[in-house]
């Protein structure tokens, strides 16, 4: 190691450093605005940081990390997902807590966990990155001690975390066991002698467990509606878009570094959890009357979407995951932009009364949310329709023809309750609409221009995808 | 000592660890469970580091490093999930998880 191998490190490093500035700020007595503004300027320093790295791409840092154009490109994602986030956050916590200064430091932190995950290529970077997302998390779910039912929230998800942690680690001592080597590489070349033993299996099996866990597939979903509904709005839109998109990112090294499709037997696990996920999640969601935890299903449903994209594991596979990837986290950071927008200081806006009416009373807000409802079902003309599109396309490829049916059978399924949600925007308005004055115009302004501009890519992306798709295809090259 | 010994113990503490989760009502028992599978997973690894070592490989002391990072995490998992036990005990007098029930549609 010298420190040429430190450079394509470098928007790792800056991303630490912003927790640390961020303690520095605090420990000055230093404002809200001042921490969101810093806050903003250094995540902007890592995306010019990433940029200024580009040519030393892709660069190996023996033994635990690789710098390569996938994990820039998660990362770009990641960044731009904090980015968004941090900055509903300011009115969040600013109408609620007296000191919102502290959730800053965990955010860049779980931010932190996330973006290493994309760059791990060892079990110990994905362990130390994986709790360093989830440790974040507990304390973030329950930020909010006083109010709706964070703690509860917060407990739930430590437990399980805590468990699956424990699952994974177990399962990568008994790899270890077997191929004597924590580097996916060496677990890779080790691999056509150990393939049918039995611990290896069940190693396999158990880090399966951690990552459906993380990704709240069925059968382990059964925190994720409690935890979207308890945690405060912005770290709901975390846990949604980055915390996913990190472990996502991991497994997906994880499985092309070892060419885990190759085996018929992984190929069928994974079949099964992502059919189940889809049925399960969409059924389940049919019912609620709870935006957030409709969402919540509604993500499960995703990610089982998402896995027909990576059972393949072609070139076209990864591509069209990581398009889904991209418009799946700018719709569900607009539709909980709307969610942040419309709390009020007593309430979260999750039951679906306050959105009856919606439309009349504040139509910009009221269309972006039903532009990312759109997205979310796969309507034709937004970013939705075409990530559904290039899954299918991908799987058509490869011929995984049963997956395929049910994920076409059950988006017809997911069509009721986003087109039910719509409907209820356009209802007569029962309540009157009790204006609040505004704490910070600067801040408001921002989101909602924030959110227009995000409603704005998932028209732009879903008409014109090619710009995006060039973009995906240059990044994966390197590698 | 052959491996199989360390294997067949660090099962058994791993499976008394997912039992006391699955079935003990109290949040610290919850959480001397959890703590008593990380350890079943730390002796494997330190047994299969020795493992490797014996039979010849020169990076087997991973695993060994890999220990200490699994102690470090346990104990910040431990700082701030005890943290949030302290909350729960505060707002409601206990620690059982089964009045946990209010998040629901």
Known sequence: ?479 | MPVQYYIFLSIVLFCIGVMGVLMRRNAIIIFMCVELMLNAVNLLMVAFSKMWADAGRVDAAGAQIFVFFIMVVAAAEVAVGLAIIVMVYRKSQSVDINIMNRLKN
């Open chain 1, 1 to 479: 190691m010298n420190e040429l191998q430190l450079i394509p490190l470098l928007p790792f490093i800056i991303l630490a450093m912003a927790s640390v500035v961020t303690i520095l700020l605090i420990a000055f007595r230093l404002s809200h605005t001042v921490i969101q503004v810093t806050g903003f300027l250094m995540m902007c320093l890592v995306v010019f940081a990433t940029w200024y790295v580009r040519d030393t791409l892709p660069e190996e840092v023996p033994p635990l990390f690789i710098v390569d154009g996938q994990a820039a490109l998660f990362t770009g994602v990641i960044i731009f997902c904090v980015l968004v986030i941090g900055l509903f956050s300011y009115i969040y916590f600013e109408e609620r807590e007296e000191n919102p200064k502290e959730y800053y430091i965990l955010l860049f932190l779980a931010t932190l966990g996330a973006a290493i995950l994309t760059i791990s290529q060892h079990f110990i970077s994905l362990f130390i990155g994986l709790e360093l997302l989830s440790v974040s998390l507990y304390a973030l779910i329950a930020y909010l001690r006083n109010r709706n039912n964070a703690v509860e929230a917060g407990m739930k998800y430590l437990v399980l975390a805590a468990l699956s942690s424990a699952f994974l680690l177990f399962g990568m001592a008994l790899i270890y066991m077997e191929a004597g080597s924590m580097k996916f590489s060496g677990i890779a070349e080790k691999l056509p002698q150990v393939s049918s033993s039995p611990l290896f299996l069940m190693g396999l099996g158990t880090i399966v467990v951690a990552i459906g866990f993380k990704l709240a597939l069925v059968p382990f979903h059964l925190w994720a509606a409690d935890v979207y509904q308890g945690s405060p709005t912005p770290v709901t839109a975390f846990i949604a878009t980055i915390s996913k998109i990190g472990t996502f990112a991991v497994l997906l090294r994880f499985a092309q570094t070892i060419h885990l499709q190759q085996y018929p037997l992984i190929i069928a696990i994974f079949s099964v959890i992502a059919i189940s996920s889809m049925i399960v999640g969409n059924i389940l969601a049919l019912r609620q009357q709870n935006l957030k935890r409709l969402l919540a299903y509604s993500s499960i449903a995703h990610f089982g979407y998402l896995l027909v994209a990576f059972l393949p594991g072609n070139e076209a596979g990864t591509e069209a995951a990581a398009f889904y990837l991209i418009a799946y986290s700018i719709t569900l950071l607009s539709a909980f932009g709307v969610i942040t927008l419309l709390s009020s200081r007593e309430h979260e806006a999750e039951t679906l009364d306050i959105y009856t009416g919606l439309i009349w009373r504040r139509p910009v807000v009221a269309t972006i949310l039903a532009i990312s409802l759109f997205s979310l079902a796969g309507i034709p003309l937004t970013a939705g329709f075409l990530a559904k599109f290039f899954v299918l396309s991908a799987g058509v490829q490869q011929a995984v023809w049963l997956p395929l049916a049910v994920l076409i059978l059950t988006s017809v399924i997911g069509l009721y309750y986003y087109l039910r949600v719509i409907n209820t925007l356009f209802g007569t308005s029962g309540t009157a609409d009790v204006m609040q004055k505004t704490v910070h115009p600067f801040f408001h302004v921002s989101t909602y221009i924030t959110l227009v501009v995000l409603a704005g890519m998932l028209f732009w992306i879903g008409v014109f995808p090619g710009l995006v798709l060039q973009g995906i295809r240059l990044f994966l090259l390197l590698h």
